[in-house]
Every structure is written in structure tokens, then in C-alpha cells.
């Protein structure tokens, strides 16, 4: 029997070595791919997908300089295009220094984007508060040091933070959507906003106000967590920013509007309006289409993935973006061929309506059917137009129509997700979300009123503070320039340069620009 | 004997449990990736490529928008950017209402580039009419009422298929496409045509006329089955549309340039013809890298996939663009130098040689040697200069050269492939493709039958459906503004508002702009 | 006891199968990913990355068009436009011709980019030489004719390369880089270059000189091996090409500028200099903005891959491109407007800025911290405004500022490397780098002296072979138009057709252009 044993010892060993040999050749032949191979694939696809979005994001703002230099006067062509190559600039090192850390810096490890961009465990974990930590609205500030990083010491100049590809490339997502809010502003106050009061501006918005406000819905803050602070389910959801960005752009844009007053010409006494042509159709149309081709950075790009229930999202953002971009434009097309000042399709406002389009869906892109899209859209484009009219009517002087496309229809968008999410379960793995989003059509009774919360935070909070920020710059002269460089253009007296030199004849530099009138603009009626 | 192999039977579950523990580490480590998660990571990044792609012809709106407007005249710009604006809003709604259902709605789940995507089974599977049905060409009915969804209710406002990421990737893709041959009758007709009758053409091409042609090439119709239907091999190829988009926009452009006449003043009563300078240099040669860069999502785009065999022909795809393009634009250029009517490097036709390329290189883009992509562009920016020729030899008046460079280059193109083809077994999987795609140098012989017959097709069918369009439109008065809005400018009387308002002297609106010929166009002959 | 062998044989059998079973369900339920399928995926999103940031790499065409057109003057607008859009077709012709051959085909497939782009083996083993093969600098010769490929015949017109995905990406790749150097040149010989002149040297940059030059850096020649031939680390390190493309593109530029002489009017016989304004802010800030968004491509596509290590580097260089940019156009915008000529945000210099900042970061933008890209780039602000005025001082007329930008700026991204460059680990993994990057600021001490040997040799080649190539196209009479065509503007006498036709009066065109100075240029001074 020991011989057997010793022999059946033997035998066993080779069975084991055999099966072992049989079994193991498809991941035997070098290892097979591993567990980590795949994850590292998983995590690149995620992040190509965000930055290259970001670099279409990115090029939004060639389209917003053309679209407003476009619809305004060739007299201020340097100071509007500066605004917008500037804003850039200004912004990237405001959003460096302060801005990402107000925004982000007290997420932690725990936010789930941060895994599925592989973030290594530790490079957001200097911050105390925690996701979980939201125990209830009254627990939560409404500044949040913690998430400063004044504490932790996280974000400030990317410090902290590791060099870590996933915390970084969500830098940079995140800082050209900030940008995206910044450059609205110059929109509704150009042809008079001083160049040095535009750099406040900037600082302003990239350090401070957007990084407050956009922190409280994107970065875990109190409206993210309302819906589980008050047991309703999720807070504010917003896809890509109709909120975040467009009303918060928006609303800077109205209060700074209000603040600087109307350009000289455009109201009479008697209450009539001017209408005062921008100097380039060509200009402004190409714009447009730029802002539409770096939208489908801004909305599918907001997936921050594209593996998996990701890859869902991202796609129908896109199919969603197209069709109610393309509505609002065929809404305000038609709206202004049959009741508009003109009865013609006018490009302005065909533009506007596209624009508005893009903007609505932007915060339900990813929530919604696309006949929802072409609705959302198609109201969209009506908005704008009812909007322009209606800030008329206000006295309220907004030269590129800043305010209505991206504070209404932002607003519109913000409450169009109460209304057609149409719970698609894939919504519910997206930054911070709860449960599938849900509007009222299809039965989500409270979704709605996270939305109204998320609109009204913005109205109170960014248009108040701007309005005093303004007001502040204006009582120390630093917002609008004088009657006299308005009137002759602020290209000279702001930038030092005109904007298309050769255009002017030597006569007009030595007489001033204004002598002639169809240079600057088609003369106005009686100018208070 | 029992104890022995009572005893023995836990030693064999011990080698058992032995075996599978050390068998199994690398996949036991959290269960190792699975066949689904790298199936997902395949499908994202063929889905990622092709979605980018469409973002880039998308983009490509701009070019041709600033391409025609460039190349026509300043009191034409406000019209020429507007159509080319709105013919993507309106061809959008357009294929997506019934276009997108006419071209695809038949396809089922066997449709090899439904698997790529990842399109959820069943998703597709709406249409009775699937690919391996055609028995015969006899079988198959010129308009597949199947495949238009009529019956299966499959692909109408997108209903029917499902949030699949797969089917929407497609439709955005495939919108795109449509949009682009839609594009290019803006500019043969440009600088007369109502801007109505743009939008009822827009309708024409978005809902039908595009669709069905393209569904016979691209969306499993006769012509892509025309080799199986008559036992000779392969149908009709067409990488990226040389045909069915390039050829079907020309057709139509060819047929409306036809019926809507010249302009006033381009032909003279002698038989003389003036040459119409445009306005704008810069803005045309913009619109042309705008165009080059696009086209870089057009033609390796659709590999439809970027893993495997599709990875080669995209980047086969793109070195052949990239190749063709250049030498295109440096064959115009040099033809232009030596044999042109300045004798110089002439940019007007420097860039329609640029575009004959890129134009060329569409169909056999992925499937020709990179000496052939430079002998097929050399080829068609020669064809280009002498179908302009031709066409002023024929009095068809084509303000930017859209017949030349989408007709004409269009069919060299598609008979391109049936030339230069060099058999790369990675062509038989793409896209219905039966067996490696060969031409007559490589000693293939029926290729070039197929390439023929897609020709022939698009030749007799849109362009002979569009002619009867466009001469209702013209019944209709639908079609050509009045000679005193041609002469005045179709900027105010059509769009309500002037391309450059600031360029024009307050006097020249009162006096009408026709006033000042300078600002219209440099004086012509004997006007007709 | 044979029964029982038998019997036991049976179980045993039994045993083996059972243990099959139970092991491999996992990777048996088809087989599972397997490692071919993984490394598939890889090298496609490695693929990929790269590819796309040449398609971004290749819209820079349209940047530099739009700044160069921009700031020159209308009377040169088609000249300036033909020759940005030319460049590309020419020298795409002449990179397939000779130039790929010339910089990449002496590279084998031992080189690490090879593999992770998943070159086949063998597509690229024509050449004879290695790089292992360097033993010592003695034994390199500065043109290695194996490399050229004239003796293993690889990488003319593309052929004995194979028709390999990665193989034709990475000419892609390197051929729009080759293209940004050749088209620099174009700027600072702007107004007064012959088109004639302008197309040799465009043969020259894209057939000869880049690839002579750029094949030692970065196609496994001597500088590249610098270190390991010494026994000192690495050699030159470049990651996109402050010195390979901008420094290279930048001393054909200098050398350009001082060969052909400056503009008419430019300097006074006083010695003091007028500044002769361009056309067209909105254009010139355009292609800025357009410049900045293909830089996206340019720096951090040029990781060549992104999975694992790749992606760190490509993200961090994409940060690093961001702050970088932003800060030099912080940086020239403020020392213009407090110490500028005209004490304004002058648009001119910001953007040369801007453009400085990402030229300076191109080379280190992989190797540093976001502090020090903003050091960089605020340092490159103050760089370009200073060479300016420098250039000005040494009588050099150079329109655009391309010798400042991109010479200068390119100098300071080569030796910041070697002071800036924080030892990341992940950085050795790069083309042909021995051990991590590390500057001064962290105890490198040898690394500078590799990047001053890169920076040396280009100014001795480079400007030195180019300098003589400019001197025989003068003495050819190819280099420079005549005073008369100069004054009158060179679109029409050089290429047959104004940029803007109808911004010209009919009587402009009889009594000749340059009788309106208004329409020129603002009068200058005592022209000599």
C-alpha cells in the first residue's frame, strides 16, 4: 500500500501539473490581460473623452468673440475681440490661484467622478468634509471653508492634489466652463465697459462668484444634497450648466447691464428704441456655428466618461444638443419672418434662437427624449425672441442679446429638467445623482422643485452679489468710459489701436471717427 | 479497499481545490476583466471615433458657409451665411422627422456596423426587410417601402430604436452627412435664390431625395447589392460618399443652377462671359482649411470603428485625404500658373483644387495606396479647372464653382475606385462589403461596373427628380428673387438686414445700394 | 490492483475534467479577452489620441493664416492667405517625397514608439541602423545617409513601410508638425516674398532642412544620443518641439527677414521706425484663439499614446499648455499697457504673448509643474515684447512677429527644460529617454547642457544652411518683388486677384491702388 500511495502520490502531482497545464493557457500565455490592464484602459477612454471635450469647450470662445464683435460696431472691433481673447487668459490664472480649490477642493476621494477618472486614492483627500458628511440642509454652510481648502489646503495653484491625470484633466474641463460663464458678461455691457473694469470682471467671476455658487451644485454642495437633506431623493441636477454656466453667466451679464446703463443712442426720450446693427454678418454667423460645434464638447463632454451607463449619456447629450440647437434656430427663424420687427428671417435673431436652443437643452441634455429636445428647442427659440423684446421694454441696453439667450433660456433649461427627465436609470450614475432623474411628465412630483431651488440660488445670489460688485466699480469710475470715447469708438482711446485700420481714412483719424456717421453706425434718432 | 478509497476521494477533492486555487490567481484576483467589460471598451472606442468624427463635419458647415460667402459678393452676405446656417437647422429636423427612417429604417441588427456599435439586439429590428433577404435584383423594389418604416414604424423622429447609444452615434453621423450634400446647392444658386425656395430645397433634400439614393448605397439597397443580386461580387463601394454625398449634392446643385439661370451680368449677349469677383479672400480660404480640417472627421470617420481592421482603414483613410488634398490644391494651382486665365497662382482655383481632391479621395479613400491618393488628387485638380471651363462653355452660371468641385469630382471619385482599388483584405469588412475591394490596376474587373452603376444611378434619379423640384419651385415663383433684388443685393429685400451695415454710407442707402457699383460688383459687360 | 489502476485512471480523468470545468468558467464563456485583444485596445486609443491631435495640430494652419493675414495690410491679403493655405499642399508633397525618409527612416522598430503605436514588427526594419547602435558621439555622423534611407530604401513616398496603422499615424503626426515650422517663415517675409520664392522654400523646410535637423532630435539622431555618447543621461529632450518645430521654423524665419530686407517704409533714414498696422483685429485674435485650441493637439498629442504613463504626461502637458498660454498673454498685455509704446492692453502685443507663452512651453510642457508653466510663460510675455523692440533696434523688419514669437520664445522652451524639469519618473518612459527629466531646480545638473547643445546646433544649421539658401534665391532674383509691386500691394501682380475686390473704388483700380494711402497703409514716414 506505500507503493501505491507513493505511486498515486505521483500520479496526482502530474494530474495536477496536466490540469494546471490544460487549464491555464489562455491566461498563461504572458498572464492574460489583468484586472489593472483593463481598469487602465477603462480610465483613459473616460479621460480622452473629457478633455478632448474641453479642448472643444475650449474653442467656444472663438465663437463667442465673433458672435459679439459680429453684432456690434466696427469702432470697437479691438476692444471686443480683446474682451474675448483676454477673458481667457484672466480667467486661467484666476481659476488656478483661488477658483478650483473654492470649487472642488473639498471633494474628496469619495465623489465618484474622481473614481471613474482613476484618480489615485489620496490625491483629493486633504479635505475634511466628506459626501457623506451631509447629514441635513442646517448642517451644511453655505460657504463651506472646508471645502476652500483653507484648512485642507487642497487645490490652491493645483497644489495637493498630486499630478494625478484624472484631477487634472477635470481642471481643465472645469476651468473652460468657467470661462464659458465669464465671457457672457462681456456681451451685454460692450461697446462701453472700460478694459480695466472687463479684468475686475474677470477676477471676479473665475476666483470668486462662479467657483461659489457652480461649488454648490457640481461640487458637492448644499444643492447637490438638498434632495437627501430634506429625504426628497437628488437635489439640483444639472447636466451640463444651463444653471452652473448660463444663468450664472447670465446673471452677471443682466446685473451688469443694469448697472452700466444703455449705449448713448439707443433709447430715445420719447421711449422709442434704435435699432443699432452690428458691423458683420459673416462675423457673427461663423461664431455661431463655432459655439454649436464646441457645444458638443460642453454637453457629451459632461458625461465625464464614456464607458459604460456613460457612454449612453454622452451620446444622447449629443443627439440632443443637435436637435434643439437646430429647433430653437427654426422656432426663432420663423418667429421672426412672421411677427418680428422685420417680417424677414432675420439672421440676428435666427442666431440668438439657435444659441437659446443649445442653451436650454444644456442642463436636460443627457434626461431627455429627443422629441423632448426639439420642444425644449422650439420654446427655446420663441424665449429668446419674447425675452428681446421684453428687456427693451425694460430699458435694459444688452447689444448681443447676452441676457436672453443665456439667463432665460438657462433658467428654462434649469426647470426643463423638472419637467421632461424621463427617468432613464443610466441618469442615475452620473456626479452625485441619487436616483433616476424624473420629470413631472413622467411622474416626478419633486425633482421640479430642486430645479426652482438651483434658479433661484443663482437669482439671488450671483445677480445680487454682481449687482454690488458693479456697483462698487462703477462708484469708483473704473466701469464705463466716457460719452466722448464712446461716441468715437473705444478702440483708440481703450486698446490704442483700431480694429480695422484700413478702413479709415487719414481724414477720419484727424477729424475724429464720429464725423462720419455711416462708419460708426446708421444715424439714430434724437440721442439723450 | 472502501477506506482506501473513501481516503482517496478527499485527496482527489484536496488536488481538486489545490488546482483550482493555483489555477486560477490571475483571473481570481477580483474575477480578472471580463469578455463584457473589454466588449464595452471595444464598443466605446469604435463609438468615441465616430461620434468625434461627426462633431468634425459638422464643423465642416462653416467652411462652406464661409467658402461660398467669400467667394460671392459683399452685398450677398447676410443670404449666403444664412443658408448655410439654417440648411443644417432645417435639414436636422428634416432627417430626423423622416429622412434618417427612410435611409436606415430597414436595417436590422444583421447590419455588420450595428454589431461594432454595440447596438442592444432588437434595437434595429423593427423593419420586416433584412440583408441576406436580396435574392435577387428583381426582388428588390427601387423604393423599399420596408425600409422606410412604414410598416415597422422603425426610425421616424427616431422612435422605435431605442436610447442606444449605437443607433444615435449612427443617426448624428449619418445627419451630418446628409447636411453636407445639402449645403452644396446653397452655392451654385447663391446670389439669387429666394430664400424660401432654400428652405423647401433644404426639405427636399433632408426628408427624401438624399435619403433614398443614400439608402440604396449605404443602408443595404440595390445598389451596395448589386454584385450579390447578379452574382459578380461586390455592389457599389463608397468609403465616405464621393457619391452619395459629394455627387448627389452636386446633382442637385447641378439641376438648380440649370433651372434658376445665371446671374445678371455674367454672360453677355456675344457669348462673352465676366468674371464676378467675390469678396472676401480671407474668409474663402478660411472656409477651405476649415473644409481640409473636417473632412479629417468625414473620410477616416467612417471606418465606423477605430479597433482591428477598421483602426487600418481609418488611418489609411486619412493619410489618402490628407495626400489628395494637397496635391489637388497643388496641380489647380500650378494648371492656374501656367495655363489659367491670369497666369498666376489663382486662389479661387488654388482652393476648389484643394476641395477636387478631398472631393476625389472620398469614395477610395481607405482603399488605394497613398501614391495613388496623390495620382487621383493631381487628376482632379485638373478636372476641376476645366469643368469650369465647361460649365461657362454650357452659360450655367455656379458663383463658387459647386458643380466642378462636388459633380464632377464627385463621379472621378466613384469611378476611382474601381481603377486604383488594391485589394487590402481589410476592406471586406466594412461596411456590406462582400470580398476585398479590387480595381482594374489590381486586376479587378467588376468593381468598376458597380462604380458605374452607383453613378448612373445618382445621375438619373436625383438629378432628374431635383430638375422637376426646382422647375416647380420656379412655377411657383418660389425659386429666383426679382432683377431689382438681384441687382440691389438680396440682403435687405431677403434678410432684412445688411452683411456689413457699417460699410455702407448713409447716402447709399437712400439712393439704393446699386448706386455705388464699386460696392456691388466691379462694372460687367452688357448685362442681358 | 489493475482494476483498481483502471478504475482510478477513470476517476482521475474524471478529476482532471471536473477541475477544467470548474476552473476556466471565467475565461472559458468564450475564452475571455484575451492579451491580443487588450493590446488592440490599447494601441487604438493610442492611436487615436495621436491622430486627433494632428487633425488639431493640422487646423493651426488656419491660426497662423488668420494672425498673419490679420496683422498685414489689405493690399496683401490674398498673397498672405495663398501662402499659409500652399504651404500645407506643398509641403505635404515634399514631407512624402523625401522629408519622412530623411528625419524617421533610419528608425527601427526598436524604437519605443514603434511599439506602443503597434507598428508590425518589420515595417519599419529596412534601415541598418539601430539605436542601440550608438556607441559614441565620434561615431554618428550628422547626416546618417542609412537613416536617409538611401541604402535601405525606407520611408520614400511612404513605401517598404507596409500599409501599418501605426506607421501611417505617425507620418501624419510628424508631417503637420513639419508644416507649423514651414509656415512660420511665411510671417517675417510677408509683403514683399515672392510667390515663387515662397514655394522653394517651402520645398526646402519640408524636403531638407526640418528633417535633416528634427531627425536628430527626435529620429534617434545625435542630439537625441547626446547623453548616453558621453556617458552623461539623456540627450536633448523636446517634447513638441520648442526647439524642433518653432526654434527651426523660427531661424529660417530670422534668417529669411534679414536676406530679404525690411518692407518699404519701414525704417526712416533717421533711424527711427514706423509702425505700419495691419488690417484686421477680429482676424488676427481669431486665429489666435485658433492657434491656442490646435496647441491642444500639438503638446500634449506628442505623449504618442495614452494608457498608463502616456496619459499622465498628456494631461500634464495639456494643463501646463493652458497656464502657460494664458500667462504670457497676462504677461505682454500688462508690460504693454505699463510700459508699451502706447501705454494701452495693446492687442498686438497680448497676442504675441499668448503665442510666446505656449512656444516656450512646448518643449518642458510635459516635465514641469503648473507654477512653473505659469513662471514660463509670464517670463515668455516679457520675452517677446523685449525682442521687439530688439528686432526693431537691428533693423530687422519682421511684420508679425514670427522671430520673436517662435525664435526667441523657442530658445527659452529649449533651456527651461533644463531648469525647470521636476524629475517625474513617468517622464523616462518617453521617446528615447534614459532616466527622468530633471533641471537645475532639482538637482539636474547635465540635462542643460544637452538642451544648449539642441538650441546651438539649430541656430548653427539652421539659420547658418538656410541663410545661404536665401542668399541664392536673392542672387536668383525668386526672393523678393519689385518697389513698384510692393507699394501697390502684391495681390494683384502676384496673384491676379485683390483680397478684397470690392473694398476698392473702380477708380482704385485705374489710377493704381497705392494712390489712396487711406486704403494701403496710414502714411509713413521719410520712405527710403
Known sequence: MKQIKKRWGWVLLLVVILTLAIATPALA???????????DLTVGINILWMIVGGF??????????????????????????????MVFCIGAVGYWLTGFAFQFGGVNAAYPEVARLGVVAGAWAHSPITLGDWTGLLATPLIRFGQFG???????????????????????????????????PTGSMAERLKFIGFVLMSLWVSMFIYPLVGGWIWGGG??????????????????AGSGVVHMIGGAIALA????????????????????????????????????????????????????????????????????????????????????????????????????AGLV?????????????????????????????????????????????VHFFNGLWGVLAVGIFANGNPDTAAWNGVESAVTGLLYGGT???????????????????????????????????????VELQGLDLPEMGTLGYPTDWEPSDLEEGIKARPGKTAPAFGSAD
Open 360 to 404: 436650454a437643452i444644456t442642463a436636460p441634455c443627457a434626461f431627455v427624449d429627443s422629441w423632448a429636445a426639439v420642444v425644449i428647442g422650439l420654446i427655446a427659440g420663441v424665449i429668446v425672441c419674447g425675452a428681446t423684446v421684453l428687456l427693451e421694454q425694460w430699458k435694459i441696453d444688452d447689444p448681443v442679446g447676452a441676457v436672453p
Open 446 to 484: 419633486t425633482q421640479i422643485l430642486a430645479q426652482f431651488a438651483e434658479a433661484g440660488s443663482i437669482i439671488v445670489f450671483v445677480f445680487g452679489l454682481s449687482y454690488v460688485f458693479f456697483k462698487a466699480l462703477a462708484a469708483l469710475k473704473l466701469l464705463r468710459v466716457s460719452r466722448d
Open 222 to 239: 448644499w444643492l447637490q444634497n438638498l434632495g437627501r437633506s430634506v429625504g426628497l431623493g437628488n437635489g439640483a441636477v444639472d447636466f
Open 256 to 355: 451688469g447691464a443694469i448697472v452700466i446703463g444703455p449705449r448713448t443712442g439707443k433709447f430715445n426720450k420719447d421711449g422709442s428704441t434704435n435699432t443699432i446693427p452690428g458691423h458683420s454678418i459673416s462675423l457673427g454667423v461663423l461664431g455661431t456655428i463655432i459655439l454649436f460645434f464646441g457645444w458638443f464638447g460642453f454637453n457629451p463632454g459632461s458625461s465625464l466618461g464614456f464607458i459604460g451607463a456613460f457612454r449612453n449619456l454622452a451620446v444622447i447629450a449629443a443627439i440632443n444638443t443637435l436637435m434643439a440647437g437646430a429647433a430653437g434656430g427654426v422656432a426663432a427663424m420663423t418667429y421672426a419672418w412672421l411677427f418680428g420687427p422685420t417680417k424677414k428671417p432675420d439672421p440676428g435673431l435666427s442666431v440668438n434662437g439657435i444659441l
Open 56 to 85: 472643444l469647450v475650449f474653442f467656444m470662445q472663438a465663437g463667442f468673440a465673433l458672435v459679439e464683435t459680429g453684432f456690434t460696431r466696427n469702432k470697437n472691433v479691438a476692444h471686443t475681440m480683446m474682451m474675448n481673447m
Open 29 to 39: 500565455d504572458d498572464g492574460g490581460p489583468t484586472t489593472q490592464e483593463v481598469g
Open 150 to 184: 483653507i484648512l485642507g489646503g487642497s487645490g490652491f495653484l493645483l497644489g495637493g492634489l498630486g499630478a494625478n491625470a484624472g484631477v487634472l484633466a477635470f481642471f481643465l474641463f472645469q476651468m473652460v466652463f468657467m470661462d464659458t460663464a465669464a465671457t457672457i
